[in-house]
């Protein structure tokens, strides 16, 4: 019973917005529905009884149409979400998985080695405050291409929630457990992936869903700047034509693929943490 109370909970809450925006948006014009003839002679304009916001429904419609064919290309802006959602989520892969391999061996080398920590500190300090986005003209301007440029933008900002929080858990590893490693002569290296991944394994899983749902966040306004493909760019091209529910379709969309990918990161560490 217990396990029902949450979702059941969720599905008021849904239904309750849902009914919240179905009469927010509704049109209390004055000339709402009034004969249009009436409204000329009332010096006013009549209007269908529609409000300019789209509804609940409005967005529910986009949505089954997007489903029904997400992968239609009519021209270079014209392009289904489900085609426009691969582009973002192949860039996010792409520079997530750069900084993967970049950060959590960087993490590793300054977990274990204070020295290195400390020589590096400075350069993460001033570095991790830079907003991803201020990369950007950089690099458009040295590799002249937006795609790979956007790469890089998830490339920079990935890296450092994952690099500290691996030279967090490795730091912190229990000291008697190393005692013990270097007690057998275990070697440095066998010492790093049998004793202190397993240990530092769910802080670094933490540090990628922290990273993942940052690239899932920049992506979105990279592409709004460098145009082309994306759902940043389908956003911002729905602007463009002042379809405001295709609009809320992106915002939607974008939400439900990035609870996906915190999802997917927080099974696995679920899974890496019951094995252990």
């Not at 003209?137 to 002249?144: D, F, G, M, Q, S």
């Not at 956003?235 to 915002?251: E, F, K, M, P, R």
């Amino acid at each position: 019973m217990a396990r029902l109370a949450a979702p059941f909970l969720s599905l008021v809450i849904l239904v309750l917005g849902l009914l919240c925006w179905q009469l927010a948006v509704r049109d209390t014009s004055p000339t709402a529905g009034m004969d249009p003839e009436y409204a000329k002679l009332m010096g006013a304009q009549a209007t269908s009884g529609k409000s300019a916001i789209p509804t609940p429904m409005d967005v529910g419609a986009k949505l089954v149409a997007a489903i029904r064919d997400p992968f239609y290309d009519h021209g270079p802006n014209d392009k289904g979400v489900g085609t426009q959602l691969a582009f973002s989520l192949a860039r996010v892969l792409l520079g997530f998985g750069l900084a993967a391999i970049v950060a959590i061996p960087l993490g590793f080398l300054i977990g274990m080695s204070p020295l290195a920590g400390a020589a590096l500190n400075p350069f993460i300090q001033v570095l991790k405050p830079v907003s991803p986005l201020a990369w950007m003209p950089l690099a458009l301007y040295t590799i002249k291409d937006s795609g790979q440029s956007a790469i890089f933008v998830i490339f920079i900002c990935s890296v450092w929630p994952m690099l500290v929080n691996t030279a967090f858990g490795v730091g912190t590893v229990r000291r008697e457990w190393l005692n013990v490693a270097r007690t057998l002569e275990v070697s440095a290296w066998r010492r790093a992936i049998y004793v202190i991944l397993p240990a530092a394994a769910p802080t670094i899983f933490t540090g990628m869903r922290i990273s993942i749902g940052i690239a899932w966040l920049v992506i979105v306004a990279a592409e709004m700047l460098v145009g082309g493909t994306g759902i940043g760019y389908f956003v911002w091209n729905q602007w463009n034509n002042l379809s405001l529910a295709d609009i809320l379709l992106g915002i939607l969309l974008i939400g439900l693929v990035g609870m996906a990918l915190d999802r997917l990161l927080g099974l696995a560490a679920t899974a890496v943490t019951w094995r252990e």
